[in-house]
């Protein structure tokens, strides 16, 4: 078998019930390769778990013995609020992410969720992440043990205050509470619904826009109406510069 090259998960929304079994990991999102040659990266994706049947270890996404980087973004990962926090639900990584490759997280929103299993090696630039009613904290113990490690110096446990599509409300924390990745990885320039991010981007898979997005279908559009307007200009001039020689020509016989 092959290396693996270029994983990229992305622009996902995933919802309900990842399925029940009492032997073996199930998860919206399970990767488990040693072969990958390149980093993998997830993001832009919207998890949201309503119930949960899972008397085994599980999570939203699971990593386990990946053979390179993975990248953690944008992602917005909500678990349920009558569950509480737990290994069963909204598990980050629930089993050994061992070896020398690292998870790198950023500007994640993580609700109701039991963060990390007691092997995962967190990268060191993890940080600008919204951990809120998050328990677990793997070898860390406490999220104030996890920020002295040196990760999240920038982060935030607060309500994201999220509307039914998932997108921050008015006045939500998540708001420019994050950090420009798009030199990362340029399709993160824009969310999950294709509005541009800016230079100061909200935290989770979708940017708050007040007074509508700019999307990038809108910016295509008025790019081509744009064109179409010079195009039209042109084309009217042209049009009055080939009827002046007629003009003169037709004063001169009078």
């Known amino acids: 078998v092959g290396t693996l090259a270029n994983i990229q998960v992305y622009n996902n929304y995933i919802h309900g019930l990842w399925g029940q079994t009492t032997a073996h990991t199930t998860a919206y999102i399970f990767v488990e390769d040693t072969l990958a040659s390149t980093p993998i990266y997830i993001f832009n994706n919207v998890f949201v778990q309503n119930d949960d049947l899972e008397s085994f270890p599980t999570g939203m996404l699971v990593l386990r013995s990946v053979g390179n980087d993975a990248y953690v973004l944008n992602n917005t990962m909500l678990g349920s ?27 994640n929103i993580f609700t109701y969720s039991a963060a990390f299993a007691t092997n995962c090696i967190i990268g060191t630039g993890s940080n600008y992440n919204d951990y809120y009613l998050a ?86 559009a008025i790019m081509i109406m744009l064109l179409l307007a010079v195009l039209l200009s042109q084309a009217v001039q042209k049009h009055a510069g080939s009827m002046e020689p007629e003009a003169a020509y037709v004063e001169r016989e009078r």
């Open 135 to 220: 328990s677990d904290w793997g070898t860390y113990g406490t999220y104030a043990a996890y920020r002295t490690a040196g990760f999240d110096a920038d982060g935030i446990t607060s309500n994201p205050s999220l509307d039914g599509s998932y997108k921050p409300q008015a006045g939500s924390p998540v708001i420019a509470a994050g950090v420009d990745l798009s030199g990362t990885l340029a399709a993160l320039g824009f969310d999950k619904a294709g509005v541009v991010r800016g230079a100061t981007p909200d935290i989770g898979a979708y940017q708050y826009a007040a007074g509508g997005a700019v999307t990038v279908r809108l910016m295509a």
């Open 81 to 107: 609020s009558v569950l509480g926090t737990g290994w069963g639900n909204n598990v980050l990584c629930p089993q050994d992410y061992g070896g020398t490759p690292n998870l790198f997280l950023k500007n």
